[in-house]
């Protein structure tokens, strides 16, 4: 069976600190990885994907990076925290375009 | 601007009732269309979908209309429990190989007994 695991649960970071979110999928060869945000009372946003090792595309500017070392790992980071990142992180991982099976997220507090 | 809209941020229904939710789209170029469901503190799990060479897509209580002229998708949950309340999102893609899988805002289904 699948599973996705996202660390850390949750985040409280000052402004202006580094951030690293990761996530790791097993159980699945090659699947699809995907970083969603979403805004408290704001829309499910794609940040990135990624449909291959060392391979990912940006969706949306954020001032936020995402690397994919390994077939099943792909990490969040960036060097400088803004109140505005804050916000609920999900990583995601599908076969196809589709469907996706969603991390169960990181909550991130930016102070 | 939001490709996706939920216009609706809640709906409330009583139980044994027909919930239907809602979703308008923007771009002509999205041929798959979706609807998650997400509890409060979980995240959103993939309910029922619909390619848009059909216009409706049945599976158990749940019904999915496409109306491809409007840019309109809607969900009908038919026999509404308590335990259907929870927030509905809907979402669209392109298709083919995009991976840009867009989302509504979402819409608060609470089901009371």
């Known amino acids: 069976a699948q599973t996705i695991h996202q660390w850390p649960v949750a985040e409280i970071k000052a402004v202006g600190s580094p951030l690293s979110l990761g996530c790791t999928i097993k159980g699945k060869s090659s699947p699809n990885l995907y970083w969603y945000w979403q805004a408290t009372g704001g829309t499910l946003q794609q940040l990135f994907y990624s449909i291959t090792v060392g391979q990912v595309e940006s969706v949306v500017q954020l001032n936020l990076s995402a690397s994919r070392p390994k077939d099943d790992q792909f990490i969040l980071s960036t060097e400088k925290l803004l109140l505005s990142h804050s916000g609920f992180y999900l990583c995601?991982?599908?076969?196809?375009?589709?469907?996706?099976?969603f991390g169960a997220g990181t909550r991130l507090s930016v102070l | 601007g939001q490709q996706v809209k939920q216009s609706s941020p809640s709906l409330t229904v009583q139980e044994g009732g027909i919930s239907i939710l809602n979703c308008d789209y923007e771009?002509?170029?999205?041929?798959?269309f979706a609807w998650y469901k997400k509890y409060p503190d979980n995240s959103p799990t993939l309910l029922i979908s619909v390619r848009s060479n059909v216009d409706k897509r049945e599976d158990g209580r749940l019904t999915v209309f496409l109306n491809k002229s409007g840019k309109h998708f809607s969900l009908h949950i038919t026999a509404s429990q308590p335990e259907d309340t929870a927030v509905y999102l809907c979402a669209a893609n392109s298709g083919g190989s995009n991976y840009k899988l867009t989302f509504g805002k979402g819409t608060l289904l609470t089901v009371t007994p």
């Open positions: 771009n002509d170029m999205f041929d798959y």
């Open positions: 995601a991982w599908s076969l196809g375009p589709n469907t996706l099976y």
